[in-house]
């Protein structure tokens, strides 16, 4: 595998590549990679001939007081795992390639009603940045195809629809949420916990799965909902947001049959997202 850090060694390989009639696949990331991660490699594998992941901790998509500064940074070892894992380009840019301007003279892509609420609600301009570096990745990486968790489900709604509006001609593929033994969604950030909040953890997986078995036995949302809000501060954690939507994240009515359940809480140091996708009952 080899990395790249620049961008015109970035643009020129993929145009040999390109010219030579490969498909591309693009894995943006933002490091300390794990098994998640490397599931997005493996689907792009096999969608593609040429897999190119991404490493930037983009600050566009951080908020004042977030953990832009403590987010990990493991470049070595990511290189061995996305190595072992078949991927075949890395780009690793800085902020300064990125964004030359500074990131308030920063030109910015914004997706509207998707990206409000949830987690747009809890971190205001959040998808902003996102929609923004994305763009910029399609635009350098010109890929045929773009992987991203459906972990971040929000952001996965986004991406879509950036792509569409834009008319991106890209293939934006989710991918399962893969999930540690214990059912907790493996993040970067659950790296941040404590021995005994990691313990407490797979209570967000789990109050999912019970708030879904609810609903579709028939439970009113209103009830389910508030059980699972108890539930969670019970195990520790402080709820941001817990809410049922269709699953395009429009509103829930009576004809809304497949649905999905989002959830943000924090717990000690860690803001950890989840959610299941699920089928309401006739
Ligand atoms: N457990 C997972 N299963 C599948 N995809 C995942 C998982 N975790 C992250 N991803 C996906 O990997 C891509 C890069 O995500 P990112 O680097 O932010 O990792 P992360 O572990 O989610 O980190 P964070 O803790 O910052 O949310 C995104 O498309 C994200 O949805
Ligand atoms: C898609 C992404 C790499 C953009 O910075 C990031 O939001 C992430 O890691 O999910
Ligand atoms: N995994 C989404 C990126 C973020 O939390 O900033």
Redesign the pocket.
């Known amino acids: 595998m080899r990395t790249l850090r620049e961008i015109p060694a970035l643009r020129e390989t993929l145009g040999e590549f390109r010219r030579h009639g490969r498909r591309i696949a693009l894995?943006?990331?933002?490091?300390?990679?794990?098994?998640?991660?490397l599931?997005?490699v493996e689907t792009a594998r096999r969608h593609a001939d040429v897999v190119v992941a991404t490493i930037f901790v983009n600050p566009l998509q951080f908020g004042a007081g977030e953990d832009l500064d403590a987010?990990p940074r493991t470049l070595a070892d990511d290189q061995a795992k996305l190595e072992e894992a078949g991927c075949d380009l890395l780009f690793t840019p800085d902020t300064a390639m990125l964004y030359p301007r500074g990131l308030e003279e920063q030109t910015r892509v914004c997706v509207p009603a998707v990206s409000e609420g949830l987690c747009g609600g809890a971190r205001p301009g959040h998808f902003d940045g996102v929609s923004t570096v994305v763009s910029i990745l399609f635009n350098l990486a010109q890929p045929d195809v773009a992987?991203?968790?459906?972990?971040?489900y929000q952001?996965?709604a986004v991406i879509r629809k950036l792509a569409d509006d834009m008319h991106f001609p890209i293939d934006i593929i989710g991918?399962?949420?893969?999930?540690a033994e214990d059912g907790l969604?493996?993040?970067?950030?659950?790296g941040y916990l404590t021995a005994e909040q990691r313990a407490r953890a797979p209570a967000l997986y789990r109050t999912l799965c019970q708030a879904r078995a609810a609903l579709e036995s028939g439970d009113p949302a209103d009830s389910a909902l508030d059980d699972a809000h108890a539930r969670l501060r019970e195990s520790g954690f402080e709820p941001d947001y817990l809410e049922l939507r269709a699953d395009d994240l429009g509103p829930v009515t009576g004809k809304t049959r497949q649905a999905v359940l989002l959830a943000a809480a924090q717990l000690g140091p860690a803001r950890l997202?989840d959610n299941l996708t699920l089928t309401l009952p006739h």
Not at 147 to 152: N, Y
Not at 185 to 190: D, H, P, T, V
């Open positions: 894995v943006p990331t933002m490091g300390n990679l794990h098994q998640g991660h599931a997005l987010y992987c991203f968790g459906e972990k971040d952001q996965l991918v399962p949420t893969v999930r969604a493996l993040s970067s950030r659950n997202i």
